[in-house]
């Protein structure tokens, strides 16, 4: 009984965490119809700026918080949304989507930029001072937590149904133009929303800190699993918001805490699916929702470019593989690695072409593809063979149409989180396996060689990939000119009418 209590305290705390995180997502996304993929980048940036504050600069922790909570980070979302955000409010899911993935990487890197080489840790407000609750250990930066929580909950529900502010900021997303109309100013909500949104994910980033190492990526990830409390309140009901986080904080402290951890249990992949419960149940929820109308199209669209016809495409391969093989005799050593990760991200990049550009579908698990190939062409002569290229694109397109199965009723904004709860699954449990890639992330493969030739250096495999993107590139425009291509681009225009 004992173990349970200390259970049950533990989640109800992560879950307060992760429901001030929820409750910024659903502001902004209640408020401007915008999901921020960049909201747990935002919180984990404003805990870097708070330790900044009150570490480095000596200032009292409380006058540090109040800086970051009441003035720079609702400054900060506010710039957002008049630099980003305001110029994208009319565009589609997908742009939206990629605008925050952006976001989220450019955060990532000026934490890591700014703050490398140091080791910041965030205190407590009180140290580790506090009192027994039937015999289990409660600090004060718990109640805190919990009270933070309940106050956010309660005072945002008061302010978007029993304000005309919040009212107002829950009708321009609905319908800009008449809210202007009756006199509101809906450019003026729209920042005050992503102000309270930036302002409440710095806040779950300050009382997330202390309890893991201020790292700019786990914190991100961190606040990433509120997503699914976000989706449990289908991004508009604080109240369900509020439970769906409690639910997955008392969730995953009870499969910490109990399931066991000895035997086949101890391995890699299992333990890993204990890490990924919020993924697990984020994926669960989006398959329980009901599922989006089939989408129509709008009066206004643009209208798609004209496929390269063949003997374009011929050109502009030859063009990069010309260009490259120039390229490599001038770089320098450094230069011509650089070259060739850039040429392999490319690579990566040109498989979301026809499944978003051309079919509008969103995936943020192309790298997890990417990496399932690397580990199937590693066993195969350790990767050298075209056998393992081959078992490569075997691999990465089996699981991709598996995972297509369940999540052919998802859309939009839907299907990209559904894609992310996959990705995070695959990085906690199968990547860090000893099978796969093991703890430290590597995994060598030698260059390749294919048909007898070996790729003697880096040189000669920059020019090889140079080829494939361009083989690649032209089977894809081919595509692109037939019947398949065109019922992608029909698809993505108007879903019934391809239908």
């Not at 900021?169 to 909500?189: C, I, K, T, W, Y």
């Not at 914190?219 to 009901?237: C, E």
């Not at 694109?393 to 149409?401: D, H, I, M, N, S």
């Amino acid at each position: 009984m004992h173990e349970f209590i200390a259970f049950t305290i533990i989640g109800i705390v992560a879950g307060a965490t992760y429901a001030v995180a929820a409750s910024g997502l659903v502001v902004t996304y209640s408020t401007s119809g915008i999901f921020n993929i960049a909201h747990g980048a935002i919180g984990m940036f404003m805990a870097f700026v708070y330790w900044q504050l009150t570490v480095p600069w000596h200032l009292a922790p409380g006058l540090g918080f109040a800086i970051v909570v009441f003035v720079l980070a609702p400054l900060f979302g506010a710039l957002i949304e008049r630099i980003l955000i305001r110029r994208v409010a009319t565009a589609s899911v997908t742009v939206t989507l990629v605008v925050t993935v952006g976001l989220t990487l450019v955060l990532i890197g000026l934490a890591q930029r700014i703050w490398a080489g140091q080791s910041p840790v965030v205190a407590q407000f009180f140290g580790h001072d506090g009192f027994n609750l039937f015999r289990v250990y409660v600090t004060y930066e718990d109640v805190i937590t919990i009270g933070i929580a309940g106050l956010i909950a309660i005072g945002l529900r008061i302010l978007l149904f029993r304000s005309r502010v919040g009212i107002a900021m829950r009708g321009v997303v609905d319908n800009r133009e008449l809210v202007g109309l009756f006199g509101g100013r809906p450019s003026l909500l729209s920042t005050f929303s992503w102000a309270i949104g930036a302002s409440l994910a710095s806040v779950a980033g300050i009382l997330a800190a202390p309890i893991i190492q201020l790292n700019p990526l786990i914190l991100t990830l961190l606040v990433i699993d509120a997503y699914a409390a976000a989706m449990l309140g289908r991004l508009r009901s604080l109240p369900l918001t509020f439970v769906g986080a409690l639910g997955i904080g008392l969730t995953t402290s009870y499969a910490t805490g109990y399931f066991p951890s000895s035997g086949i249990w101890d391995s890699t992949p299992i333990q890993g699916l204990v890490l990924s419960v919020p993924s697990l149940l984020l994926f669960i929820v989006l398959l329980v929702l009901p599922m989006d109308r089939i989408r129509s199209g709008s009066l206004r669209r643009q209208v798609s470019l004209a496929p390269a016809g063949l003997t374009r495409s011929l050109q502009g391969g030859a063009l990069l593989v010309v260009g490259v093989a120039v390229a490599v005799s001038f770089l320098s050593v450094s230069g011509v690695i650089t070259l060739g990760i850039g040429l392999a991200y490319g690579l990566i990049c040109l498989s979301l072409v026809p499944l978003t550009g051309w079919g509008g579908q969103v995936s943020i698990c192309q790298m997890t593809f990417a990496g399932l190939g690397a580990f199937a062409a590693s066993k195969f002569n350790g990767g050298e063979s075209a056998v393992g290229l081959l078992a490569a694109a075997l691999l990465a397109g089996g699981v991709g149409a598996i995972i297509s199965l369940p999540a052919l009723r998802l859309r939009g904004l839907y299907l990209a989180l559904a894609t992310m709860a996959f990705a995070t699954l695959m990085d906690n449990s199968f990547f860090p396996w000893s099978a796969a890639f093991g703890f430290d992330g590597s995994l060598h493969i030698p260059l390749p060689a294919l048909f007898g030739q070996h790729m003697s250096s880096a040189k000669s495999f920059d020019i090889f990939l140079a080829v494939v993107f361009a083989l690649l590139s032209i089977g894809l425009l081919a595509l692109r000119r037939g019947p398949f291509g065109r019922v992608l681009i029909a698809m993505k225009d108007s879903e019934a009418a391809c239908a």
